[in-house]
Every structure is written in structure tokens, then in C-alpha cells.
């Protein structure tokens, strides 16, 4: 009954020439809502906390399975072949070649990699699932999270010589994450899509060439899909490599701080971010005294050392820190006041650190956590650390007073340069907003976004473990200088709806909108708005767009509810009482406020206003 006056086998076949314009678009007729499936709902999921989280759901987009893992609907679906496809055409024209590798990886490959001790946390190991064979204690198999343990050693397999570079693969595929706690809908999944990306270069020039063109593929791509996404600096984490970058589009809910000064352009991801708080040409500070112990019964804390009858302000104490890395100690030094940015750690060099345990602690310092310090000649076993590094602020303070490695007891007037044992001088704090920004001193301001992409210029490290060289005109043998870059296609469709709605729905941008226009019929029994909406909905598709009919027999506030939460960019309304005066109505989502336009040029008006909303996408 509801689909009555649209015969689908009526239309010509004009309906399947290519579409106009850059949007992607969806092969195949028009769609109508009877015959589709969007399965809206009323009511937010009880466990969707943030807005598009609700909105994912709500519209009909995915459906939950169990904890990070969801089903793609068929509006959902549209809209990652959208996204997909743009993504595809950006790096194609940045001269990348796509393929498509195995998911399911041996586990030798990553042993030889550079990072199975540290990545293994997170990755899913595939058993046998019969009942007669028992899980062994080492996997033979896992899923990939990513694909630079493939991509390396088939390279290395099929090109050999310089004459084959610089050369740049990518796919477009399902990747696996085991995260302990996922949450957010599509942001933290346990399976999730993913464009990751591989380049090999014969040089470290060439190779910065590769690692900017595909910078320039990915702000080109962000833009076509309509999102603001900002390219900051980031850490290289377990990946490795020389420098990166994050594409993060801003959002309240962001899972980073993205720290920036507008004026100057500096912008790093929390991890990574720098200030120049310290000045370059800061001089060492002179010893007030000779150091001196004194009693703190009870004290654990540097909250407890600032309260009276201490007195000892934050920016006065040195905390020190103690971790494992690779099977040994070392310490952390930092002022009472600044918080330790652990990501920073990573530039010491350990494949895998982690905060040591107080069992761990005593018997090479020779006391409990809360009286430690790294003042020389205090150490119970200097021996057993891998280093004592400190955060170059402690040299802003000069002489501080820090634990005395006897539990109960500190030392004050402890002189950085006289008194501390340190190894190493570098960056581990948390920068604050308000502090200097490292380009040109202004004032550093935060905001929060999600990653969508990620770039790494990786180097030498994966070339080298795999043995992938390459021979060049001297018949001299080198490794091959590699890049990295992933998009997380799945979580930028959700980063779309999270900068992109309002209290109604989404709000779709063109290029990624599952469907561009929606014709709301509203007598779909009634032949002249059947007949009306197929014209339309030619002159539309024509003109490029992808067109969604509403024929359902429902309320028309049910209607325009149901259109408003998809968010489809253009809505037309055909009604009796419209029919009767000779219009019909054109409403963009993002406006309030309708257009009448006369019935005899819907057509030509339709089809205009899908050309300038395309050029303006």
C-alpha cells in the first residue's frame, strides 16, 4: 500500500547515466523509503553517552553486536562507500596504488618486527575454535591492527632495485583493536575500518617528498567530506619513525587536547606539545647552600610538603618518578608543580616502560615512594638504573628541595647542577595553557578533537628488520626509507556527525550525505504527487545528486522528523494543499525557513540548486 503510484519498472533508463560533480555517488536508481530500510528510533541507546554516538543509532546508521563491535546499516553503508571512495580518489591522484593484504597475519612476522612487545597488548591472537585442540601459550596467528609487519617483507620480496622507486600502497580495509574499554560507538571499536598506507623511497629527501604528498591527499580529502580537521604535530608512539602528524577534527568530546596559537600556527596533540617556558639561553642557577636533611614524618605527597609547617611550594620540589623500561629502573625528574606527559617517555629509547611497583622501588633507592629523590650519594643502587632523566623545567627552579631516599626524611637546597645525578636533560612535562608558545612566545590555547588520520615518517626501522634494500646505480645495497598513514574511515563517518548536527539530527555534509535529496511525499497515494516526485527525482539525479523518495503513509511530522535526523541536505515537500496553489517546497537542512517553488519549474529549480549546492561542497 505505501509504495502505491511508484511502479519501479516505469523509469527510463536515462536514470543510470554517471553522476556530475565530484561528490561520490552511489551507482543505481533512486531509493524509495518503503522499499529501503532505515530503522529510526524514538529513544538514545542507554549506553550511548555522547551525541553522535545517539545519533549513530538513533538514524538508523549501526547497530550494536556486543562491547566495540557494530553491523553497518544500509544508510551507515552508503555513507563509508562515500567517504571510502573519496579517500580512494585523493590518494590515487596522489600517486598512490591500492591492494589488499591478508587480516589474518602469522605471528612470526610480527616477532621479527620492531614492535610485537609493545603492540601484542592490544592485538587479537585467532585460535582453533574446535573443542578438541587447546589454546597455545604463544599464538600462531593475529589479526592486524595494521600492516607495516606485511606490507615490509612483501616489498621486500618484489622490489629490489632503485629504478622501482619511490613506491606508495594503501587499502581500504577491516582492522582489529583489543580495547579494554570501548566505548563512544565508533570511536573506540574493537573492529573497525580503516585506509593505512605504505611508502618506500630510495632517500631520506625523497621520502620527506612522499610523507608531504600524502599531507596535502589528506587535507584535500577532509575537505571534500566537509570537516574541519586540523594537522597538528604528534608523538610517533610505538610506531617509531622521525616525526608525525594528527588530523584532528575539534569536537567537545575529542579524545585529546589539541594545544595551538592561531596567530603563530602552532598546533601538537597533547603528547607532543612543547612550550617555551624554559628560554634557550637560561643560565644555570648558583647553589644557595649546602644541602640539608630534615624530617617530614608522614609526608607522601608534594601536596603534604606545601602545607604547613613546611611551607615547600610545588615550584620549589623536585618529584622524581621511578618506571621500567625493558627489564630496568630508571627516574624522572620534575618539578613538584608540572605533571608528567608519559608519551614523552618514549624518546628514551625503551621498547616498553611502565611505572615501577613500590616492591620494585626500595631496593634501589632505599626507601618508599614519597621520599625519593636522585640527589648522588643517596641512591641505595645506582648501579641497577638505566638513567636518571629530567625534565629541563627543574632548571627553572635551580635549588629545590626533593626526597632524601630515607623514608620520613627530605633534602632541601638541592642544587640542580651540583647536587642531582642526572643523565639526560629533555622534554617530559605537561605544558600548560597560557604558557608560550614554542614559535613566536604567544599564549598557548587548548581545544579537544578527535583523531581521524594519522602520518609517520618511519625511516629505516622496519626496512631494516625485514632486510627490504634496494640496489642502487652503483650496485650498492640500502634499506629502503619508509612512510606510514592511516585514516580511520569508520570514526571520521562519526567525527562528521559529532561536528555536524543539531537538536534535530545530523546535519550531512554534501560529498558524504547518504542520500543529497529527500522527497517528502505527502498523499503517496495520490497520482499527480507520484507522478510529480518521479520527475523530480530524474531532474535531481541527473544533475548528480543521489535521491532518497519518503513514500511512506505516515504523519507528515513523522516525516519531517525522520528526514531531519538522517540529514539529508536538500528536502522537497509535495502536498495537496502545495498542489492545489502550484508549488511545492525546497528546505535545505541546515535553514529553518522553506521555498515555494511553482510545480512547472521543480524540475529545472530542483536540479539548479543540487549544481550550487554540489560547487560550493
Not at 536515462?14 to 524509495?32: D, N, Q, T, V
Not at 582492522?175 to 631520506?204: T, W
Not at 634496494?470 to 571520521?492: A, E, L, N, W
Amino acid at each position: 500500500m505505501a509504495d502505491a503510484g511508484f511502479p519501479l519498472r516505469s523509469f527510463p533508463p536515462e536514470i543510470h547515466l554517471p553522476r556530475a560533480g565530484r561528490a561520490a555517488s552511489l551507482a543505481g536508481s533512486m531509493k524509495f523509503w518503503s522499499q529501503f530500510f532505515i530503522p529510526t528510533l524514538k529513544e538514545s541507546p542507554s549506553d550511548a553517552e555522547i551525541a553522535s554516538h545517539k545519533l549513530l543509532v538513533r538514524a538508523g546508521l549501526v547497530r550494536k553486536l556486543g562491547g566495540g563491535l557494530y553491523t553497518y546499516m544500509p544508510l551507515g553503508l552508503r555513507v563509508m562507500k562515500k567517504i571510502s571512495q573519496i579517500c580512494r580518489e585523493e590518494l590515487d591522484a596522489a600517486g598512490a596504488i591500492e591492494l589488499w593484504m591478508p587480516h589474518v597475519h602469522p605471528v612470526e612476522n610480527w616477532e621479527q618486527g620492531p614492535r610485537w612487545a609493545a603492540a601484542r597488548e592490544i592485538m587479537f591472537r585467532t585460535d582453533s575454535a574446535g573443542a578438541g585442540k587447546g589454546r597455545s601459550k604463544e599464538p600462531e596467528f593475529v589479526l592486524g591492527p595494521t600492516h607495516e609487519e606485511v606490507i615490509t617483507p612483501l616489498v621486500k620480496q618484489e622490489i629490489t632495485s632503485y629504478r622501482d622507486l619511490p613506491k606508495n600502497f594503501y587499502q581500504i580495509g577491516t582492522k582489529f583493536r583489543n580495547e579494554i574499554r570501548p566505548r563512544y560507538g565508533l570511536m573506540r571499536a574493537r573492529e573497525f575500518v580503516m585506509m593505512d598506507a605504505y611508502s618506500f623511497d630510495a632517500d631520506d629527501e625523497t621520502a620527506v617528498k612522499s610523507y608531504f604528498a600524502m599531507k596535502s591527499a589528506y587535507e584535500a580529502f577532509f575537505k571534500r567530506i566537509g570537516v574541519t580537521a586540523i594537522a597538528v604535530e604528534a608523538d610517533t608512539g610505538v610506531m617509531g619513525g622521525s616525526f608525525s602528524h594528527e588530523f584532528m577534527v575539534p569536537a567537545e568530546i575529542g579524545d585529546d587536547d589539541v594545544i595551538y596559537n592561531e596567530e603563530s600556527g602552532y598546533a601538537a596533540n597533547r603528547e607532543k606539545a612543547t612550550s617555551a617556558l624554559v628560554p634557550a639561553d637560561l643560565a644555570d642557577v648558583a647553589p644557595a647552600g649546602p644541602v640539608e636533611e630534615f624530617a617530614t614524618p608522614g609526608v607522601l605527597t608534594i601536596a603534604a610538603l606545601a602545607a604547613a609547617p613546611y611551607s615547600v611550594p610545588g615550584e620549589q620540589q623536585f618529584k622524581t618518578l621511578v618506571f621500567i623500561g625493558d627489564g630496568k629502573p630508571f627516574l624522572v625528574i620534575l618539578r613538584g608543580n608540572d605533571e608528567l606527559e608519559e608519551a614523552k617517555l618514549g624518546s628514551l629509547g625503551f621498547t616498553v616502560f611502565r611505572p615501577a611497583t613500590a616492591e620494585e622501588i626500595e631496593p634501589v633507592l632505599g626507601a618508599k615512594p614519597g621520599s625519593l629523590g636522585a640527589v648522588k650519594g643517596t641512591i641505595k643502587n645506582p648501579a641497577a638504573l638505566a638513567g636518571v632523566f629530567a625534565d629541563r623545567a627543574i632548571r627553572l627552579t635551580g635549588n629545590g628541595t626533593t626526597g632524601a631516599n630515607k623514608d620520613g626524611f627530605h633534602l632541601r637546597n638541592v642544587n640542580v647542577t651540583r647536587d642531582l645525578a642526572i643523565t639526560k636533560f629533555g622534554d617530559f612535562r605537561r605544558v600548560r595553557v597560557g604558557e608560550p608558545d614554542p614559535k613566536g612566545g604567544r599564549p598557548l590555547q587548548a581545544k579537544r578533537g578527535i583523531e581521524v588520520g594519522h602520518i609517520f615518517k618511519l625511516g629505516t626501522k622496519y626496512s631494516e628488520k625485514f632486510g627490504a634494500v634496494y640496489t642502487d646505480d652503483q650496485k650498492q645495497s640500502h634499506p629502503m626509507v619508509m612512510g606510514c598513514y592511516g585514516i580511520g574511515v569508520s570514526r571520521t563517518m562519526q567525527a562528521v556527525i559529532e561536528q555536524s548536527h543539531d537538536a534535530d539530527g545530523i546535519i550531512w555534509p554534501w560529498n558524504v550525505a547518504p542520500f543529497q535529496v529527500v522527497i517528502v511525499v505527502l498523499d503517496p497515494l495520490m497520482q499527480e504527487s507520484a507522478d510529480l516526485a518521479k520527475t523530480i527525482a530524474l531532474a535531481a539525479e541527473q544533475a548528480g545528486a543521489d535521491v532518497l523518495i519518503d513514500d511512506r503513509v505516515e504523519r507528515p511530522g513523522i516525516k519531517f522528523k525522520d528526514v531531519d535526523l538522517i540529514g539529508i541536505p536538500l528536502r522537497v515537500t509535495i502536498g495537496s494543499k502545495g498542489l492545489k496553489e502550484g508549488v511545492i517546497e525546497l528546505k535545505t537542512r541546515r535553514q529553518k525557513d522553506m521555498v515555494k517553488i511553482p510545480v512547472a519549474e521543480a524540475g529545472e529549480r530542483i536540479a539548479a540548486a543540487v549544481r550550487e549546492a554540489a560547487s560550493r561542497a
